[in-house]
C-alpha cells in the first residue's frame, strides 16, 4: 500500500538560523586580504609595469593608505590567484613592503578574464603602442571565443549588431582602422616594436614594415644601423612593396635608408644644451622658442629697413 503522506524536505540548521539578509550577503563578492606572494601575473600580459615615477609615488600612497580598490584575482589550478587587475597595486604594494593586499576573487574563464584585464588597463592615461597593439589583440581574440559574430547583436542592450573589430574599437573609443592598424603591429619583431615605444620611428611607416617578413626586418635593422637613419612612410611603402614582389634584399634598404629625406633638407636642429648657454636656466623650452623667434622677426625687420637705404 503506498503511502499517501507527501515528501517533506527538511531546512538544514543553518537554513534555519539565518535571515533573509544573511543569506543575500552570502551570495555577493568579498574583499579578501590576500599575501602579495599567493598573487601570480595574468599569463601573457601585455601591460609593463615599471619602477618609474609613478609607480613609486602609488608606492607612497599605498605606505601612508593602503590599496583603495581593491585588485580582481581568479583562483589559480597549480596554486594561489592569478592576477587579472591591479598589476601595478601588486608592485607598488611590494615596494610599500606589504605583506598582503585587498583582492576580490572570482571564478572566470580564459576569454572572460582577459576582457577585464584589458578593459581595465586600457583607462591609463599614457599607453605605449605595443601595450595597445597586444592588449587590442587579445581583447579580439577573446571576444570572437565567445561567440561574437556580425550576425549576433551585441550584449549591450540597444546597440545594433556588431562584429568583434567593431565591439572592439567602440569600447575603446577608437576607430575600427585604428585598432586594425594597433594589432598589426604585433607582427614587428621586438626591436622594431621598441623603436615605436620609444617614438624613434612613427606608427604610420611602422604599420607598412609589419609586412616584411620576419627576417627581412632583421636586415632592415641592419640597413637602418649602416646609414643611421630611420624609414619615412614612402621608404616604408616601397620597402613593403618590394617586399611583395619578392625583391627586397639587403643592399636594397641600405640605398633607400641611406636616401636624404626633403624633411632633412629642410630642418635645423638645435640641441637643448647649445640653447641652454644662452638663455636663463629658468626658460622653459616652449618660452626659448618664442624668444629665438621673436629675435629672428626683429633681425629680419631691421635686415629690410638696411636693404631699403
Do not use: C
Not at 7 to 36: C, M, N
Not at 60 to 74: F, H, N, T
Not at 261 to 286: A, E, G, H, I, N
Amino acid at each position: 500500500m503506498k503511502s499517501s503522506a507527501k515528501k517533506i524536505e527538511l531546512a538544514s540548521v543553518d537554513d534555519l538560523f539565518s535571515t533573509e539578509e544573511g543569506r543575500q550577503d552570502a551570495k555577493l563578492e568579498k574583499i579578501q586580504e590576500i599575501p602579495l606572494s599567493e598573487l601570480h601575473p595574468f599569463k601573457n600580459h601585455p601591460f609593463k609595469v615599471k619602477d618609474d615615477e609613478a609607480m613609486m609615488e602609488t608606492a607612497d600612497s599605498i605606505k601612508q593608505y593602503g590599496v583603495l580598490v581593491p585588485a580582481i584575482a581568479r583562483p589559480d589550478p597549480e596554486g594561489g590567484y592569478e592576477l587579472v587587475a591591479g598589476h601595478r597595486r601588486h608592485r607598488a604594494s611590494e615596494l610599500a613592503e606589504k605583506e598582503t593586499m585587498p583582492v576580490i576573487v572570482r571564478d572566470l574563464d580564459d576569454d572572460a578574464a582577459t576582457i577585464i584585464m584589458v578593459d581595465s588597463n586600457l583607462q591609463r592615461e599614457s599607453l605605449l603602442p605595443s601595450e595597445r597593439a597586444f592588449a587590442y589583440k587579445m581583447k579580439l581574440e577573446a571576444i570572437k571565443h565567445q561567440g561574437e559574430r556580425s550576425d549576433l547583436t551585441s550584449r549591450q542592450v540597444g546597440e545594433k549588431s556588431q562584429t568583434s573589430i567593431q565591439l572592439v574599437a567602440n569600447q575603446a573609443g577608437e576607430s575600427q582602422r585604428q585598432v586594425q592598424r594597433f594589432i598589426r603591429l604585433t607582427e614587428l619583431i621586438p626591436e622594431l616594436l621598441d623603436m615605436v615605444d620609444e617614438k624613434k620611428i612613427a606608427l604610420n611607416p611602422t604599420y607598412e614594415l609589419s609586412f616584411l617578413k620576419k627576417e627581412e626586418q632583421v636586415d632592415l635593422l641592419d640597413a637602418m644601423d649602416s646609414e643611421q637613419a630611420t624609414p619615412s612612410l614612402s621608404q616604408a611603402q616601397r620597402l613593403k612593396k618590394y617586399s611583395q614582389e619578392g625583391h627586397l634584399t639587403l643592399d636594397m634598404m641600405r640605398v633607400i635608408m641611406g636616401e636624404e629625406k626633403k624633411s632633412d633638407l629642410d630642418r635645423v636642429t638645435f640641441t637643448s644644451d647649445t640653447l641652454r648657454k644662452y638663455f636663463p636656466k629658468s626658460y622653459t623650452p616652449q618660452r626659448m622658442q618664442e624668444t629665438i623667434i621673436k629675435l629672428l622677426e626683429a633681425w629680419q625687420k631691421k635686415r629690410q629697413r638696411d636693404q631699403e637705404r
